[in-house]
């Protein structure tokens, strides 16, 4: 069975991938490959995957709805399709921050493209499953922790927020309308080999190697709850492989976090980075940013019961294999 895995060439599109790949599944990578940050980082994780003889890849803008019809079609994925199928939507824009200065590309990414691969859903007769990547963001201005999926998520703190959120109400609708089986996987602050130049880890690293000063937020008072990639895979193959049952209104749909449920401040995860990396920061303290959040927390008490998801990485070790991948990616580079 096909899957089609859209942001292949992101982080964590890369990482869930290359798991799809080892275990002998055939995988169709989507990706626009734009250029939010250094393309060649994105090209450097397909290149990770190119030897796999079950990998096909595709470069396709999904706000672009047209340019995938003509791709479904020319492939065989379209409504005349025989074969089984299932969909992991990762494809976005991310980065709260930037959502502020360029709100049509989240719009564009987050909205129109997650539309489009749900119309192209709802035309597969042969769709096993269609899981998608909505983000911590939604909870927003919740002050209950550790965040639950049944938990308010109508006080989003930034368009980013904004525009996951409404992804997930789209999934629903889809969902109900069409009946095809549909979960979302809220991600909580990925980290790891791979990993993104505009997240804390890659930025962090990069300034105490350089002997530049590096920023805190909120005087480094801000809790995260850091995932390491690695537990993040296993929970979205995890959630590939158990679509959800009707719910009481004969709905499949359903809706998990995916966290480490261990947060810890900005200053603790920049501590564990001198520890490994040998020398310390020199730090600047500052207030909040607009679209930040105070802490995020993942309550995964139903990952964990219906997915077995059950992450193990402590922070020390998954610093430790970032910064040694980190190393190794700058020196060859």
């Known amino acids: 069975m096909p899957i089609l895995l859209t942001g292949v060439a992101g982080f964590i599109g890369r990482a869930v991938a290359k798991a799809l790949l080892m275990r002998g599944e055939s995988v169709i990578g989507i990706d626009s490959l734009n250029a939010y940050y250094d393309p060649r980082l994105k090209q450097a994780r397909l290149d990770s995957l190119a030897h796999y003889a079950n990998f096909r890849f595709a470069q396709l803008d999904l706000s672009d709805p047209a340019q995938i019809r003509h791709f479904a079609l020319t492939e065989g994925l379209s409504s005349g399709a025989s074969d089984k199928i299932s969909i992991i939507h990762l494809a976005a824009q991310a980065g709260v921050r930037h959502s502020l200065v360029a709100p049509f590309d989240y719009a564009a990414a987050n909205l129109v493209g997650q539309l489009t691969m749900l119309e192209w859903a709802r035309d597969l007769p042969n769709l096993q499953h269609f899981v998608y990547a909505s983000s911590s963001s939604v909870y927003g201005g919740n002050r209950k922790i550790p965040f639950a999926p049944e938990d308010a998520t109508d006080r989003p703190q930034s368009l980013y927020a904004a525009t996951k959120k409404s992804g997930e109400h789209l999934a629903y609708c889809y969902s109900h309308l069409f009946h095809f089986p549909v979960t979302g996987l809220r991600f909580f602050t ?10 804390a880890a890659w930025l962090f690293t990069e300034a105490i190697l350089a002997g530049r000063p590096l920023k805190l937020f909120n005087h480094g008072a801000m809790r995260r709850d850091f995932t390491f990639i690695d537990d993040i895979v296993s929970g979205v193959v995890a959630a590939l492989d158990r679509p959800p049952p009707p719910d009481s209104e004969g709905v499949r749909q359903k809706i998990y976090n995916l966290g480490h449920d261990q947060p810890v401040t900005l200053r603790q995860f920049v501590a564990t980075l001198e520890q490994k990396i040998g020398r310390p920061a020199e730090i600047i303290e500052a207030a909040m940013e607009p679209g930040d959040v105070v802490a995020t927390w993942a309550n995964i008490d139903q990952a964990r019961r219906d997915l077995g998801f059950d992450p ?11 910064v040694d991948w980190y190393r190794d990616y700058i020196l060859r580079s």
């Open 190 to 199: 990925v980290y790891g080999p791979w990993g993104r130049p505009d997240m």
């Open 312 to 322: 193990k990485t402590t922070l020390e070790h998954g610093i430790s294999q970032f």
